[in-house]
């Protein structure tokens, strides 16, 4: 089957075999920050933004993405470093495992809602295993990032 889409603003078109993982299509095509956690869609590691919204790389099939518009960490590094920067202030990036969940999460939220209340910050973070933290560090870091941004 072939399809195509725009990956991190580029349009590729490729054949992949029936079954194929968006997860390993990225990592096929040079993303290498979308990576493998738990394979069971509960760590978020594996996050990256299709038409605007987060979703589970490692279970949504390369099938989907035909058509569609998909950035990951590579097709947004000014954006993750602005967040990053927040994290770090924080003390919220301890061992690292979930930052790349996090931040795809962030960054998507941050352009799909414009105040957003704590209900949806943690509605937002749901899908991010953070085994380090209480996650207050990664709130305190989204609360000061979207007050830089307008937000509250």
Not at 6 to 21: P, S
Not at 47 to 57: C, E, Y
Not at 72 to 93: N, R, S, V
Request: aromatic share 6%; net charge negative; proline share 2%.
């Amino acid at each position: 089957m072939t399809i195509r889409l725009w990956l991190n603003g580029k349009e590729i078109t490729r054949e992949i075999e029936d079954g194929k993982l968006l997860i390993d299509f990225l990592r096929e095509n040079g993303c290498g920050s979308v990576k493998r956690g738990c394979e069971t869609s509960n760590c978020g590691l594996c996050s990256v933004i299709m038409d605007d919204k987060p979703i589970l790389s490692c279970s949504t099939l390369a099938a989907r993405a035909d058509g569609k518009h998909v950035y990951t960490l590579e097709g947004l590094q000014k954006e993750a470093a602005e967040f990053g920067e927040f994290l770090a202030d924080q003390g919220a990036e301890q061992c690292g495992f979930c930052s790349p969940g996090i931040v795809m999460s962030v960054i998507a939220m941050s352009r799909e809602l414009k105040d957003p209340t704590d209900d949806e910050v943690s509605l937002y973070l749901a899908g991010n295993l953070c085994r380090c933290t209480g996650y207050m560090g990664q709130k305190r870091a989204i609360r000061n990032y979207l007050s830089s941004k307008g937000g509250k």
